[in-house]
């Protein structure tokens, strides 16, 4: 069998949004001029354009499809995030931030935080941000690149981006339709399927035309046009660890900080969100509708802009979970079709990004052999459960008792890996990622769980033989030297407005 002629030439894209545009712009890079990429858009069906924070491997992929940061920037009102930080999670009036990046330099071959741990126990320890570049720099509303020297605590953090999503999926437009993709206004009202195979054949829009595909991807959103509308592949539900099932989103002036981090403050029954882009402010309220209104969580939001709403509240219903399977014969599911994971660690880019290496990794051939969808739905599956499972904790871990909503969340059953997890830190101070592909490494299982969790119970006892380490005067010339490096550099304005600053943004 001659292989070139099965090859995949014919690819539809079923919906535009980030999702649609990230995975054209992906896949017009990487399959270059033999086959065709037709994207299906209509302009009377919105998108939920509400995914404004991310995390820093979007500039690795950003970085791969040949864009320029600072033009990324200026285009999309885009500016620094360093940090995400929690407020009230753990208790009304407490902080801390989740920061890109690791905590310190090491100083030994038993990691930081042990000695961390052990000096803060007995009181000769600062809070653990102030050993953490990103986090101090974030504190300080300051920002400039990291430097590649190892040797330097400024080498010791990483960065993403605040940006306007609805513009991000124009820019990307613009790139894809430029590397050849056609786009087609149209809404799709049928899904014609192969009577033997149950292959998608074709879609078929409203004005009759339609369109044929080898493969179809669908970045549909919630509804799932292709995956669950055609081709019944179920939902896994995880409301039961995750509560929380709307958000109301509404932009506003700006007034505060111009902060380089994303801000997450618990509320009574879910929490708000506070993104500072150039020309605005993004804020939203997660919440649980057993436990608030929807009138009361959206007049909750409004009593907490920092300046004038600039649109109507948009209210959002969603099932967190995913599908039981993301690829099924010749569909794939990409973006909030996939599945949805509330926003409170800025993922829902990132897991578009991933799923499109993936599908780039394991791209079929016309033959769609069974191993490539297996393997490609079991990686999928493990990188929501580990983002699923990091999610939970920052709701089960909480000392609040104020509200029926903190009650639940801190008494529920939770999955038996993050168990594990949780039980392994309060037990020695183990932490983080069991598989190299986690999106959340240590320093961040760190963060949340010392933010969330405090000390653990016992020092390691392999510290108590490092009896030449003068750990408590190393850790207080590490904390010394972080606030001074922060400190060094210049504002996250002066940085956005000397490096790329949109051109309406005075």
């Known amino acids: ?30 399959l270059q001029d033999d086959c065709s990429i037709t994207l299906v858009e209509s302009e009377l069906i919105g998108t939920v354009g509400v995914g404004e924070a991310t995390v820093p491997p979007v500039r690795l992929f950003n970085r791969s499809l040949g864009i320029d940061e600072d033009e990324l920037l200026k285009s999309t009102q885009g500016t620094i995030k360093l940090a995400i930080q929690f407020n009230d999670w753990t208790r009304p009036g407490h902080s801390y931030f989740h920061p890109f990046g690791q905590f310190g330099i090491e100083f030994d071959t038993v990691p930081l935080q042990y000695y961390w741990t052990r000096a803060r ?16 720099a974030a504190l300080e509303n300051r920002f400039q690149k990291p430097t590649t020297d190892p040797r330097l605590v400024q080498s010791t953090y990483d960065y993403a981006y605040h940006l306007d999503a609805g513009l991000y999926a124009k820019f990307l437009r613009a790139r894809s339709e430029d590397a050849g993709v056609t786009r087609v206004e149209g809404r799709v009202v049928d899904v014609l399927l192969d009577g033997e195979s149950g292959f998608i054949e074709s879609v078929r829009l409203e004005d009759g035309r339609e369109i044929s595909a080898d493969l179809f991807v669908d970045c ?64 939203g309220h ?15 939001l409004l009593d907490n802009l920092d300046g004038k709403p600039l649109a109507d509240p948009n209210l959002l219903r969603f099932t967190t979970g995913c599908r039981k399977q993301f690829w099924h014969k010749n569909c794939v599911s990409i973006g909030l079709s996939a599945g949805f994971l509330e926003p409170l660690e800025s993922t829902s880019l990132h897991l578009i990004q991933t799923a499109v290496g993936r599908l780039l990794a394991m791209f079929p051939d016309r033959d769609f052999g069974q191993f490539n969808i297996d393997e490609y739905n079991r990686l999928t599956r493990a990188e929501y459960e ?36 949780m039980d392994k830190f309060k037990a020695l101070g183990h932490v983080g990622a069991t598989a190299g592909a986690e999106l959340f490494g240590q320093s961040s299982w760190l963060a949340v769980m010392v933010g969330q969790m405090g000390l653990p119970d016992n020092d390691v006892p392999i510290i108590e033989h490092r009896t030449a380490i003068d750990a408590e005067n190393l850790l207080d010339e590490l904390r010394d030297l972080t606030r001074e490096a922060a400190l060094s550099m210049r504002t996250h304005r002066r940085y956005i407005q000397r490096n790329c600053r949109a051109e309406s943004v005075k």
């Open 386 to 421: 580990w983002v699923r499972d990091f999610l939970i904790l920052h709701y089960h871990a909480t000392e609040r008792d104020d509200t029926s909503f903190w009650r639940e969340c801190a008494s529920m059953s939770i999955p038996d890996e993050l168990r594990y997890r």
């Open 1 to 30: 069998m001659n292989m070139k002629n099965r090859k995949i030439r014919r690819v539809a894209i079923i919906g535009g949004g980030s999702a649609g545009w990230i995975t054209a712009a992906a896949l017009a890079r990487s």
């Open 286 to 300: 997660v919440y649980c509708s057993r436990h608030v209104s929807d009138d009361e969580a959206t007049a909750r």
């Open 121 to 136: 126990r007995k009181g000769k320890a600062a809070e653990l941000d102030e050993y953490c570049m990103a986090s101090m």
């Open 220 to 283: 549909s959103g919630f509804r799932g046009l292709l995956i669950e509308g055609a081709l019944k592949t179920g939902y896994e539900d995880w409301t039961n660890w995750l509560a929380c099932d709307r958000a109301v989103a509404i932009p506003c002036e700006h007034g505060g900080e111009f902060t380089p981090y994303t801000q997450s403050t618990a509320l009574e029954a879910g929490w708000q969100w506070r993104i500072p882009l150039q020309h605005r402010i993004g804020n």
